[in-house]
């Protein structure tokens, strides 16, 4: 091997270790980086459940399972994480640096959709039927005293038993 090809194949090498230890995030680790915020925007108080208390990520995982799911959703959403992640977004930030990079993501066009977005299915996951994946233990009715229609669901998504 020359020294240019040598070279060439550290800079590539180099290059490309860079580009997967910042995206190192995706997959599981990208559903608890989204789950962080949304407990940040959706934090919930003692009288209220925060979107973790109603499983809002587990929630979206399995709604965004189902074939009438638009995809182009899910890849909004984390399109959004990573861009989060870019603008200095980490678990361990105090609420205070969370919330800078928070305003400041929202006063793009591309975070406040993204915000509405995750907040309506952080939202579904607040007021649906727990069968659905999110609304545990009915948390969400309970602390909007809502009592369910009747009947309810008993397979998600109108599948026939």
């Given at each position: ?39 940040h925007l959706f934090p919930g108080h003692d009288n209220f459940p925060s979107s973790e208390d109603v499983r809002s990520v587990r929630y979206l995982k399995m709604v965004s399972r189902d074939r009438s799911f638009d995809q182009k959703d899910l890849q909004f959403i984390f399109e959004g994480v990573d861009e989060l992640v870019r ?75």
């Open positions: 091997m020359n020294r240019r090809v040598f070279l060439s194949l550290g800079a590539v090498l180099s290059t490309a270790s860079a580009f997967f230890g910042f995206f190192g995030h995706r997959g599981a680790d990208r559903w608890q980086l989204l789950q962080s915020m949304q407990n603008r200095g977004w980490r678990d361990r930030l105090s609420r205070r640096r969370k919330e800078e990079i928070m305003q400041q993501f929202a006063a793009t066009t591309f975070g406040s959709n993204w915000i509405a977005t995750v907040l309506n299915y952080t939202f579904e996951a607040l007021l649906g039927d727990p069968i659905y994946g999110g609304n545990m233990h009915q948390r969400g009715w309970k602390a909007l005293r809502h009592h369910p229609g009747i009947p309810r669901p008993k397979v998600p998504f109108g599948r026939l038993s």
